[in-house]
């Protein structure tokens, strides 16, 4: 992919302001590395901190949906409608209200990683074999070890892929707030660039970068914690 992309710039003649070649992105990243470090530390704790929002805020509200269908059918069409709404329609909005500090980004990145993980997390809840809750309530086991000791752990694999979907929508949710107005983060570089495309495409790098590793970093747990899923699904 990178040749192509060299090589297409060269054959078309593409003027370095338009499309940087790779060892033009390479320089700028080396020359800039200060600068573009410290706005990608910037990006880093938005996403960690709003995708650890929409963590607790999705497996909340998907375990309260989970265990009663009466609230499901109350709350689950209201949080579809909110989840339809375009988020890119509420970036002014968060400027205005919480100015161009961290919170619109925050809340931005909670808005689009929330809705992926309460889905997985009701999906995963509500799909637990059946003879296996014959099995709890026979023992018995009271409602709370029924979700916390089989259904829980059934719902883990789904959990993990709804926590991976959302884990790429944190660092555009970062980027869509950056992007509307900041005074940092990569966003804010690649803004700021005009007609330096080579920072602006370092800048690119890096938030591919950022969203590859955390995505790597859930793979990894779920190996960890779940080792037992890869024996049941291979």
Do not use: H
Not at 41 to 61: C, D, F, K, R, S
Not at 204 to 230: D, M
């Amino acid at each position: 992919m990178i040749a192509a992309w060299w090589a297409a710039i060269i054959v078309l003649g593409i003027e370095s302001y338009l499309a940087p070649t790779p060892p033009q992105v390479v320089t700028a990243l080396v020359n800039s590395i200060g600068y573009l470090a410290s706005n990608a530390v910037t990006t880093l704790l938005e996403v960690i901190q709003g995708y650890l929002i929409a963590v607790g805020l999705g497996l909340a509200v998907g375990g309260l949906l989970a265990t009663s269908e009466t609230i499901e059918r109350a709350l689950m069409p209201s949080i579809v409608a909110v989840n339809a709404v375009p988020k890119l329609a509420f970036a002014p909005l968060l400027l205005v209200w919480m100015g161009f500090g961290q919170g619109p980004k925050v809340v931005m990145v909670v808005l689009l990683c929330t809705f992926p993980i309460l889905l997985a997390c009701v999906a995963g809840l509500t799909r637990t074999p059946a003879e296996m809750i014959e099995l709890a309530r026979s023992l018995p086991a009271s409602r709370w070890q029924i979700l916390t000791r089989f259904r829980l752990p059934a719902a883990m694999p789904q959990i993990f892929v709804g926590l991976k979907t959302a884990m790429p929508l944190a660092v555009i949710g970062a980027l869509v707030g950056e992007l509307s107005g900041s005074t940092g983060g990569l966003g804010y570089v690649i803004q700021n660039a005009g007609a330096d495309t080579g920072t602006a495409f370092a800048a690119i790098t890096l938030l591919a970068a950022i969203s590859v590793g955390l995505f790597y970093v859930l793979v990894a747990a779920e190996r960890i914690l779940l080792p037992w899923a890869r024996a049941i699904t291979d």
